[in-house]
């Protein structure tokens, strides 16, 4: 999962261990001196975030309005239940991901709730370049 660039995309259903995978995902990054950011739609998915030992989380739209002010260069993001992140936040997401060189892992299930946003970006991005559990 975790590479010296680029984005990964990590779908499966409720249960199938994306949790587990991204809780090893922010030990290795960590543990080789790389801040890890951890971004999610929602503050009760942020919540989930920080139970899983991520200290430097935010929402989506909380992490774009303020990311002129958040030292991010190198750093690795994960953004959890990504199936619910709209596509013009992806477009500025990735624009911070590329200007930055920053990695990015977006977990979820496309099966789940959608973006109340335009989107299906997750699904599309899961198609194109997926590890499915």
Not at 3 to 29: C, N, P, Q, W
Not at 34 to 44: F, R, S, Y
Not at 50 to 56: I, N, V, W
């Amino acid at each position: 999962m975790l590479s010296t660039s680029g984005v990964r995309v990590l779908r499966g259903r409720a249960g199938t261990g994306k949790s587990y995978v991204l809780i090893k995902a922010h030990e290795l990054a960590t543990n080789r001196g790389q801040k890890v950011i951890g971004l999610a739609p929602t503050h009760k998915a942020v919540s989930e975030l920080k139970s899983k030992g991520y200290t430097d989380v935010y929402t989506v739209k909380g992490f774009l309005y303020n990311r002129k002010k958040i030292f991010m260069q190198n750093s690795l993001i994960v953004v959890d239940e990504a199936g619910m992140v709209g596509t013009k936040a992806y477009a500025e997401l990735f624009r911070v991901v590329r200007n930055n060189n920053c990695q990015l892992i977006l977990a979820g299930d496309e099966k789940q709730l959608a973006s109340i946003e335009r989107g299906g970006m997750f699904e599309m991005l899961s198609n194109i370049s997926v590890h499915m559990f």
